[in-house]
């Protein structure tokens, strides 16, 4: 069974323009999240899609924003990026309901402000 | 209600030694709690999880213990090797939203 996928795995953009990052989750799993993870602050949660809809959102501004679509594959956007947008962006895959889910991790887009 | 505190933030242990790594929350709604292992560069691995209706679960070198009443789970590393460096992560799952709750991270050293 294929893990969690995020493409890309590098890259590198100028102050002011936007990303797209994309996350194909495992086969089946209709739940993905995204996090922002920064050296010495954890994972910042930034919202979670289930079955095409937003089902959580984290306390991140309006810049960043996601979508899914109908395969479970979920991309998410940042506009505007700033230097401070410059992290490691996961995201995680689960089924998303019932009970003892779990949620599996792809190795994540290290994005680089510049 | 919606955190888990982990401690320590970091740690650093003796090859061969027991490395522990504590974890607390306050909202008795969780129903799963998995911990995670990062290695530098990479995603969080699942390492480990657990059901609040069992007090420990094992697994080779690793074992969740699991205090309801005082709503505490640990992570045991038994017999600690260098390659168990990394960065631990719990986390609390909460059944109504369906979002994981993660600690703040150990920083794991085992020295040679």
């Known amino acids: 069974k294929a893990g969690v996928t995020q493409t890309p795995r590098y890259l590198i953009k100028t102050r002011g323009q936007q990303v797209t990052l994309s996350c194909s989750p495992i086969?089946?799993?209709?739940?993905v999240s995204w996090y922002q993870q920064t050296p010495g602050q954890g994972l910042q949660f930034l919202f979670e899609?289930?079955?095409?809809?937003?089902?959580n959102k984290g306390n991140f501004p309006g810049r960043f924003s996601g979508r899914q679509f109908s395969n479970s594959r979920s991309e998410m956007n940042v506009s505007t990026l700033e230097l401070g947008d410059s992290a490691l962006y996961l995201c995680?895959?689960?089924?998303?309901?019932?009970?003892?889910?779990?949620?599996?991790f792809g190795q994540g887009t290290r994005l680089t402000v510049v | 209600q919606q955190q888990v505190k982990q401690s320590p933030q970091s740690l650093i242990v003796q090859k061969g030694g027991i490395s522990i790594i504590n974890c607390a929350y306050e909202?008795?709604?969780?129903?799963?709690f998995p911990w995670y292992q990062q290695f530098p560069g990479k995603g969080p691995a699942l390492l480990i999880a657990?059901?609040?209706?069992?007090s420990e679960k094992k697994e080779g070198r690793f074992t969740i213990s699991f205090n309801k009443s005082a709503k505490q789970f640990s992570l045991h590393i038994m017999d600690s090797q260098p390659g168990d460096s990394a960065t631990y992560f719990c986390?609390?799952?909460?059944?109504?939203?369906?979002?994981?709750?993660f600690g703040t991270g150990t920083r794991l050293k085992v020295l040679a």
């Open positions: 086969s089946g799993h209709r739940s």
């Open positions: 899609y289930f079955s095409e809809t937003q089902r």
């Open positions: 909202n008795t709604a969780f129903d799963y």
């Open positions: 986390a609390a799952r909460n059944p109504g939203t369906y979002k994981y709750i």
């Open positions: 657990i059901r609040p209706d069992v």
């Open positions: 995680a895959s689960s089924l998303g309901q019932g009970p003892y889910t779990e949620a599996f």
